[in-house]
């Protein structure tokens, strides 16, 4: 008796799955998507057999991969790439970006800035981003005009801006726009206290009580810089994560950001509590804020994610250039080259992020019944050879530019390295008069 091949939106053929909630990898496999959904992951030749794709992809000498998962940036910020370099984080923003920001920011700024952000976060095979910044509906537009999935900060700070007035005025813009866009399944929303430094007791207060009614996840910036925590003593008689606990806010739903300078008591009350980190190595470094302690973190089970910060402290947003560079610091800063291996760092840039928004039921991983999320790898070049492992290749060798295709909940964003669906020159039309703009004020 024959079965009648079950009829599907599409099937991908590679040589290497590598599925992350799961250990290994997985030789001349495919993914069987429907609805946007991964319906099956099996042996390539079982799956030709049973189901009739409307499309089929082949990819002979990749790796397919979750879609990664930007844990932390400002999307809008790529607008300011390069604008201020070579500046520790204090100077960097009082005497150059938020003066910027002030002079410059509006929504068609943040729509722009964002449409920037998503054509190179796709292209570098990330398709969900973690942002924190002003304008949220801009930001939402521009990420549902390119198809990716985003977290969009409800963003809090004490002081003005064009944006908004006071925290209470950030807060009810920013709980508005997550009504409005409530029903987009690709978008969603994190409350966004910026910092401890920024934000009052008050306030903190009621993201707590927001937390808990909306179930969202909190997203703060949290002992980035040696001073951040020396003003808090000064102010406060005790360090932000200390303070930020008294006031209830530590837990499962709270991703702190950056989280460089951490001493034994911060690192078991992170543990202790469930927190979540999103490490950001790169802009650490540029912004000469210090190394953060990952391998100890890992070491007390706290959940790490990878994040980007924003283009204007990177300058990229490549979360290949993180991976690389976090496994790196871990082996060098613990003197054991053993820590933070490509497994790890893979899952920090798909699932472990993906646990830190709540999203870990739905992407971060190659899983039946997920969405179709996802990254094919191009390993074949010559450059790439010889391949002896390619968890480790797709760590230490392969970069952003390998990345040949990108789906959004089965949808195919990025085909053969190129955005599908986008025309480029009214994007690089908006983003040189921006670059007109700033330069003019500077």
């Known amino acids: 008796m024959t079965t009648t091949p079950q009829v599907i939106d599409l099937l991908i053929d590679a040589r290497w799955i590598a ?44 790796i397919l991969i979750p879609g990664l998962i930007n844990l932390h940036t400002h999307a809008a910020m790529s607008l300011m790439r390069g604008l201020a370099d070579d500046l520790p984080l204090m100077a960097w923003l009082q005497n150059h970006i ?41 930001a939402a537009t521009a990420a549902a005009e390119y198809g990716m999935r985003a977290m969009l900060g409800i963003t809090t700070l004490e002081f003005p801006t064009p944006y908004a007035s006071d925290a209470d005025d950030y807060l009810n813009k920013g709980l508005a726009v997550r009504e409005l866009w409530r029903d987009n399944p690709l978008i969603g929303f994190c409350l966004a206290p910026h910092a401890p430094y920024t934000v009052a007791n008050s306030s903190f207060e009621r993201i707590l009580t927001l937390a808990a009614q909306l179930n969202l996840p909190v997203h703060c910036h949290i002992h980035e810089t040696q001073h951040e925590i020396e003003e808090s003593l000064k102010q406060h008689q005790r360090r932000p994560l200390e303070r930020l606990h008294q006031l209830g806010q ?26 979540n980190i999103a490490h950001c190595p790169t802009s650490n470094l540029k912004l000469a804020s210090g190394f953060a302690p990952v391998a100890r973190m890992r070491q007390l089970g706290i959940n790490v994610g990878l994040g ?13 250039g993180e991976m690389r560079l976090a496994s790196l610091l871990a082996k060098g800063l613990t003197g ?17 992020a993906a646990n830190a928004l709540g999203l870990g039921q739905e992407i971060g991983s190659i899983t039946v019944g997920k969405s179709a999320d996802l990254c094919a790898v191009d390993l074949g070049s010559l450059d790439m050879r010889p391949c002896f492992d390619p968890l480790s290749h797709l760590v230490n060798v392969a970069g952003r530019e390998c990345v040949s295709h990108v789906w959004v ?28 703009s700033l330069e003019f004020r500077r």
Request: charged share 20%; aromatic share 6%; glycine share 8%.
């Open 19 to 62: 599925p992350v909630d799961a250990d290994g990898l997985l030789t001349n496999h495919a993914v069987a998507v429907d609805k946007g959904r991964i319906v099956a992951v099996l042996p390539s030749g079982e799956a030709h057999a049973r189901y009739a794709p409307g499309e089929k992809v082949s990819l002979p000498d990749h």
């Open 250 to 275: 530590l837990g499962p739903n709270f991703i702190g950001v950056h989280a460089v300078h951490l001493n034994e008591d911060d690192l078991q009350l992170l543990a202790t509590t469930g927190c």
């Open 308 to 320: 980007t910060d924003g283009a204007a402290s990177n300058n990229r947003l490549d979360l290949f």
């Open 98 to 138: 938020w003066p910027a920001e002030a002079a410059h920011m509006s929504a068609q700024f943040v729509l722009d800035g964002t449409r920037l952000a998503c054509a190179e976060m796709l292209r570098g095979g990330i398709t969900c981003f973690n942002d924190m910044y002003f304008f949220p509906d801009a």
């Open 409 to 436: 909940a089965g949808k195919c964003c990025v085909d053969h390295k190129t955005l599908r669906d986008k025309d480029q020159k009214h994007l690089e039309s908006s983003i040189a008069l921006w670059q007109n």
């Open 336 to 352: 054991d080259a053993s820590a933070l291996p490509a497994t790890e760092v893979l899952r920090m840039a798909t699932l472990n």
